[in-house]
């Protein structure tokens, strides 16, 4: 699959697919020397970011083809379950039963995300967990918008707005970024439909993910700063704080998506950091927000940056355990070990990876620069790990193949 080639091997399967160019000449239009990019495709070279970022540009992809943590486009996604595919298409017959109570659906919610949340096998949980839970709510909406009962109507839109945002996360961390970018939606329309301001700037903060995801920082800064403006005139409490702070996250990683470091830094540092730090540790509507989660961005950007040694040095301020996710601890354990691969220090590379293995076995095995990085290690182990490292890729599925 190509979602396991190294990022080299990517490279050249973009140049003989979008033209079939030599690589002579799209060195030269990438101001790099053909001898240099021949080494990038047969993995003996890594390219920087601007290099790549000049490779994807001339290649016609987005640069999170040939590195980030999606599949090529061309390349079959994987899959939701069946039966969830099936309400989100509105292709199951309407159900003749009294919906749920509000109340009774809520507390399913929270449990999904939680799950979602705090499962070391989050993926194979929650899939059990949403088909049912995604076709009661529905059926509970559409109930609710022709009944007369207000206070329902509007606990029951609340509930599902949050439910889409769960949708949002589960989709685009499976690949499905075209269902993730439906579900946000959705998730905004309920919580308009709700009049629930709070719910309303969680929704813009999700479609910023998927923008994001979409290789769009410019659409995610743009639908985060008009939520935090709109946020701007709600009375301040630690929910509108802590929502502002999680939408200047999504403005700075955007910002860093265009190689804006220093703007990137600023907007952590005096914008975030100060909502963080006064609202202390916390999971308002899901977004984790909070001093940890702000160094974990800090460290984020050094990393995009190429600033390895700084990332590391962020790295050490931060304490993962306050984390309340998964998905962050992971987020977290991954940048590290990827600091330590800029530098080549394997066997840091090597212990950070099996940590990530033991916290989040799933997480592992569907992120595509975590392979990279096994399968890149592979290439390189010295004889006193070696062993490990093939173990690792074997548990992986990782196969072999040649440098050249």
Known sequence: MASELRVGERIRYWRRRNGNRSQAAVAGLCGITEDYLSQIERGRRTPTLEVLVALARELGVPTATLLDDQLPPEQPARCLPSDVTRVLMGCTPPSASAPEPPESLRERVEEAWRTWQTSQQRYTDTSSLLPGLLSDVEHAVR???????????????????????????????????????????????????????????????????VLLAQDDPDGAEHIAALAAEKLAGAPSN??????????????????????????????????????????????????????????????????LAGEASEGLRRANRIDITQAPSVERQFTFLLDVARCYDLRREDAAVLVHLLDLEQIAPEDLARSTLARQ?????????????????????????IDRRPVS
């Open 143 to 209: 109930t609710c918008r022709s009944g007369t009962d207000a206070r329902a109507r509007r606990e029951t839109l609340r509930v599902a707005a949050d439910l889409y945002g769960l949708l949002r996360s589960y989709c685009r961390r499976i690949g499905r970024v075209d269902l993730s970018l439906l579900v946000a939606d959705r998730a905004l329309r309920a919580a308009e439909d709700a009049d629930d301001p709070l719910r309303i700037a969680a929704a813009q903060w999700n479609l910023g993910h």
């Open 373 to 397: 990085m096994v399968g890149d290690l592979r290439r390189r182990a010295r004889p006193t790990y070696r062993r490990q490292v093939e173990d690792l890729a074997d548990r992986l599925g």
């Open 238 to 303: 630690s929910e509108t704080d802590a929502l502002t702070g999680a939408l200047e996250l999504v403005r700075s990683t955007a910002e860093a998506r265009r190689r804006d470091w220093w703007a990137a830094r600023d907007r952590i540092e005096n914008h975030a950091g100060p909502k963080a730090r006064r609202v202390g540790e916390g999971n308002v509507h899901w977004t984790v927000f909070g001093p940890t989660n702000v160094l974990l961005h800090a460290l984020s950007i050094e990393m």
